[in-house]
């Protein structure tokens, strides 16, 4: 049974969980590690844990918080933020973390989503994509990088295309237009990068309804859904988010 997956996102700055708005005004939401244990006991599929200033402040992951984060839960890792080779890569592979997420090393150097599809398995290298609008390219929508900070000028549609080719077995696309505003992921968006891929996507930024949730499965073609506010805040619980999906028809691993 090929389930719907829930993905609560661990946003980490200095150490802190946090949450914000388009990228912005981040609010501290409290311990990684305590979080990751709480979500893992109700129930989410996997964690996806993004050092979000590790680019920008030219440093690798925080290796401590991501040992403490592996230990506290038992589902599938997902760690990205400041990964720019395949020995950072082991490193944390060897702490226990199932997947690593690479954004702006892999625009910077593709030849590394290849080296590393090839060193560790494609099912270990998941491709972020933080995209932003921008009517002068095909599909409407850029690749940014340096935690969104940078345009890179290149379709974002596009470069899901070429990371699938290098080796990539996973793509994760955040719309920073809608991150943290509660309004709906881009669904425009999540649905042109599905439909140019074969690999699983994972819808991310804006959702603040549990249709929210459904709509970037059921219309943005998401193989799963990454969420933050809505989770954080106790907005809803991971069971109330499975049990809609389920309701409305989505196969969910209850």
């Excluded at 981040?26 to 129930?43: F, I």
């Excluded at 040992?67 to 080779?85: D, F, H, M, N, Y």
């Excluded at 560790?120 to 409407?140: C, H, Q, V």
């Excluded at 340096?146 to 955040?174: F, H, N, R, S, Y």
Aim: hydrophobic share 45%; proline share 4%; charged share 25%.
């Amino acid at each position: 049974m090929d389930y719907r997956r829930i993905i609560p996102c661990l946003d980490v700055k200095h150490g802190r969980l946090v949450k914000g708005v388009n990228f912005v005004d981040l609010k501290d939401v409290g311990d990684p590690a305590e979080n990751a244990a709480a979500y893992s006991n109700a129930g989410a599929d996997e964690l996806v844990f993004l050092d979000i200033t590790a680019t920008l402040e030219n440093r690798k992951t925080l290796i401590d918080a991501v040992r403490k984060t592996v230990e506290a839960i038992s589902i599938p890792l997902t760690v990205g933020g400041g990964i720019s080779s395949c020995k950072q890569i082991e490193e944390l592979l060897d702490l226990g973390v199932s997947k690593c997420s690479i954004n702006t090393a892999a625009v910077k150097n593709p030849d590394l989503v290849a080296e590393a599809a090839k060193e560790f398995g494609s099912e270990k290298i998941t491709i972020a994509i933080d995209t932003a609008k921008n009517p002068d390219l095909p599909s409407g929508f850029e690749v940014m990088v340096k935690g969104g900070t940078e345009g890179a000028g290149i379709d974002a549609v596009q470069w899901a295309k070429t990371v699938e080719d290098l080796g990539a077995g996973a793509i994760l696309p955040t719309s920073m237009d809608t991150d943290g505003t509660l309004t709906g992921y881009d669904i425009p968006m999540t649905r042109a990068i599905a439909d140019a891929v074969s690999v699983p996507v994972i819808a991310s930024g804006g959702a603040g309804t549990l249709e929210h949730l459904y709509e970037a499965i059921a219309d943005g073609h998401a193989d799963a859904v990454l969420v933050a506010s809505i989770a954080h805040f106790g907005t809803f619980t991971i069971r109330q988010m499975k049990e809609f999906l389920r309701d409305k028809g989505l196969p969910v691993n209850l």
